[in-house]
């Protein structure tokens, strides 16, 4: 398997525009979960689906952020409008199911730089 | 889910062993310890994880003492390449990783 993958790795747009993140999970991984990833707040959890269906979205900063999974092998992050503070880097990860004892395994990135 | 608690840096001689110890006092007797890695740039990296038992693999041992309150990953021969950040974290049912700051691994020749 590739593992997870996100595209695109590299992203820089302008204040105001849309942005959208994209991942594909390892087959047949039931959970995906997007992070985000700055110097000042380090790792943080924005949202995580089940089956595709969001179960926890309590770290989505604000109503600029969604995300959605309308398949079991791909998912987007948007930012509309997206501002400066987005810039960051974001992670998805993927996991083959839920619970204490299962290890998730993370994509390579995106780096977002919104000037 | 339970917190952590890790130094902030450390470093060893390429070739010795790295143990990157861990406190978890809070932990729940159904949560498990996972360690996980980031090189810089990169996605973060599974290492290992366990509940009480200790863990080996390829990459790595996890000793957890008896009490579960603290634990230790051992890389056996570090390598120039196993210079990354390292973090612990306690995972409980609701399937969430919660990341801290980790421990920077600073591995010289």
């Known amino acids: 398997d590739a593992g997870v993958i996100q595209s695109p790795r590299h992203e820089v747009t302008e204040m105001g525009q849309e942005v959208t993140l994209r991942c594909k999970p390892i087959?047949?991984?039931?959970?995906l979960f997007w992070y985000r990833q700055t110097m000042m707040r380090g790792l943080e959890l924005l949202i995580y689906f089940n089956n595709n269906v969001p179960i926890d979205d309590s770290g989505m900063p604000e109503d600029r952020f969604s995300a959605k999974m309308p398949n079991a092998s791909f998912s987007t992050l948007k930012i509309q409008p997206s501002e400066p503070r987005d810039s960051a880097v974001y992670f998805c990860?993927?996991?083959?199911?839920?619970?204490?004892?299962?290890?998730?395994?993370f994509g390579q990135g995106t780096r977002l730089t919104v000037v | 889910d339970a917190k952590t608690t890790q130094p902030t840096s450390m470093d060893c001689a390429e070739g010795r062993a790295a143990n990157l110890p861990c406190n978890h006092s809070t932990i729940s007797g159904n949560e498990y310890v996972y360690w996980y890695r980031q090189i810089h740039s990169q996605g973060p990296q599974y290492i290992i994880h366990g509940l009480k038992n200790n863990e080996t693999n390829e990459m790595a041992s996890l000793i957890i003492t008896e009490d579960r309150k603290s634990s230790t990953l051992i890389l056996p021969h570090a390598t120039l390449r196993d210079t990354a950040v390292y973090y612990c974290?306690?995972?409980?049912?609701?399937?969430?990783?919660?990341f801290g700051k980790g421990i920077t691994l600073s591995v010289r020749p």
């Open positions: 974290i306690v995972k409980g049912a609701n399937s969430k990783l919660t």
């Open positions: 087959s047949g991984h039931d959970y």
């Open positions: 990860a993927s996991s083959p199911y839920g619970g204490q004892a299962a290890e998730a395994f």
